[in-house]
T-cell receptor, first 113, second 114 residues
């Protein structure tokens, strides 16, 4: 079953602009994570936000979480061409302690120099 | 430090042939292990996950199977491949906790079934 849904599916911006990606999910969670994937490579973890947190920062990344709306956003500030990649949100299930993590369909970000 | 190895990186197989993809993790004990599949331009579909030796949870009914013969070894298999099995297969591991934390991914195995 699909848990996380990202939008937009694709985003094209100029270097220096900010990029915002959104994620919605369906069940109660313990945490929500964001990952990055360069074309043809494995995923790399970016940031984890717990269900009792509302905002978290890591370098140029800012993640917000609204558990009442079951949504999260990832903001990349001052984007660079090297930020070009696909970005995925992933959620666990607060009622399933078995270690399962479900990914969304991703947002494909293109940053033009 | 922990590392994850996944192989082969690329393979082309005829329909009806068997499949074996292998994943091993080094530098940690008793990890959660995962197999995901990614179709072209799509998100990741969870196929199997394991919280211990011999403990496999299957998420999607299909002609694939997974085994965990050793603590840090996870194998994805098929007896007879279908065209629809083509895709990018990713193995991952995480630390066992009361919640699912960060996943560490391998570099993937690209399977083309002809």
């Amino acid at each position: 079953s699909q848990q996380g849904e990202e939008d937009p599916q694709a985003l094209s911006i100029q270097e220096g602009e900010n990029a915002t990606m959104n994620c919605s999910y369906k069940t109660s969670i313990n945490n929500l994570q964001w990952y990055r994937q360069n074309s043809g490579r494995g995923l790399v973890h970016l940031i984890l936000i717990r269900s009792n947190e509302r905002e978290k920062h890591s370098g140029r990344l800012r993640v917000t979480l609204d558990t009442s709306k079951k949504s999260s956003s990832l903001l990349i500030t001052a984007s660079r061409a090297a930020d070009t990649a696909s970005y995925f949100c992933a959620t666990d299930d607060a009622y399933n302690q078995g270690g399962k993590l479900i990914f969304g369909q991703g947002t494909e970000l293109s940053v033009k120099p | 430090s922990q590392t994850i190895h996944q192989w082969p990186a690329t393979l082309v197989q005829p329909v009806g042939s068997p499949l074996s993809l292998e994943c091993t993790v080094e530098g940690t004990s008793n990890p959660n292990l995962y197999w995901y599949r990614q179709a072209a331009g799509r998100g990741l579909q969870l196929l199997f996950y394991s919280v211990g030796i011999g403990q496999i949870s299957s998420e999607v009914p299909q002609n694939l199977s997974a085994s965990r013969p050793q603590d840090r070894q996870f194998i994805l298999s098929s007896k007879k491949l279908l065209l629809s099995d083509s895709g990018f297969y990713l193995c991952a591991w995480s630390v066992q906790r009361g919640y699912t934390g960060e996943l560490f991914f391998g570099e993937g195995s690209r399977l083309t079934v002809l």
